[in-house]
């Protein structure tokens, strides 16, 4: 597949393009949407894994799709994937952008009127998604993408990094509610959960049908 491309939206106003952006010529080697937290949370090894991750996917050649922010663990990603020269879209409704302290450097921010829209173009620009600690946001970003995963919507992989421990309690009550009856195992089977975040940004790159991570630093 051509990394990002898949449905691609229409309709929605031009983005604002950072000067950097017609340096690069190439196109990027997957495109990965990351929900995470708009505050950098307590324990470091958040913001540090936050910043792994950006890393990773600039290394890589890939392509981050995120809130467009720069506060929290959202700043950290993407300037970790632009340090290590990754590809930033950035998208923003335009009351958060005093807020979320709209990031300047991605090389598309989409300023956008809702909150569906913002979603709605992040999962179309994404091959794949990807959830590290954060709050009410992220959570609701992760399920309604695993939601849209069960109802066929999409279907591109959704990850869960369960960062040292972060999600136990989360997952305890999902696996609760499979015993309850209201959840299958089919449903459990739509995410990939991995405390371990090299592991499950590879395989995530790899179920979107790209070439294995430690292929495509060769391309
Ligand atoms: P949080 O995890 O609460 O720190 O929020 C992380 C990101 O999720 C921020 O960019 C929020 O603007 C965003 N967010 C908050 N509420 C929603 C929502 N209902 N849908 C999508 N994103 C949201």
Not at 42 to 54: I, L, P
Not at 75 to 91: E, H, K, Q, S, Y
Not at 93 to 116: D, K, N, Q, W
């Amino acid at each position: 597949p051509v990394a990002g491309r898949r449905r691609l939206a229409g309709g929605v106003l031009p983005p604002i393009l950072h000067p950097m952006t017609a340096a690069l010529s190439s196109e990027p080697n997957f495109s990965i949407c990351v929900y995470c937290g708009s505050r950098p949370g307590e324990n470091q090894a958040f913001a540090d894994v936050a910043a792994q991750v950006g890393l990773w996917i600039g290394r890589h050649g890939g392509q981050l799709v995120y809130g467009g922010g720069r506060a929290g663990l959202m700043g950290v990603v993407a300037d970790a994937t632009l340090a290590a020269g990754g590809r930033v879209v950035g998208i923003i409704p335009r009351v958060l952008v005093e807020r979320e302290h709209a990031h300047r450097g991605c090389h598309e921010l989409h300023v956008v009127e809702t909150m569906h829209e913002r979603k709605r173009l992040m999962a179309e620009r994404a091959d794949a998604f990807l959830a590290l600690p954060g709050g009410i946001g992220t959570f609701e970003e992760f399920f309604e993408t695993w939601t849209w995963r069960q109802l066929g919507y999409h279907d591109k992989p959704v990850g869960l990094l369960n960062q040292d421990g972060y999600y136990d309690a989360m997952l305890a009550f999902l696996r609760h509610s499979v015993a309850c009856g209201f959840m299958g195992e089919v449903q459990m089977g739509l995410i990939e959960v991995n405390a371990d975040w090299r592991a499950l940004l590879g395989s995530l790159v790899h179920a979107a049908g790209f070439p294995a991570p430690d292929l495509l630093s060769q391309i």
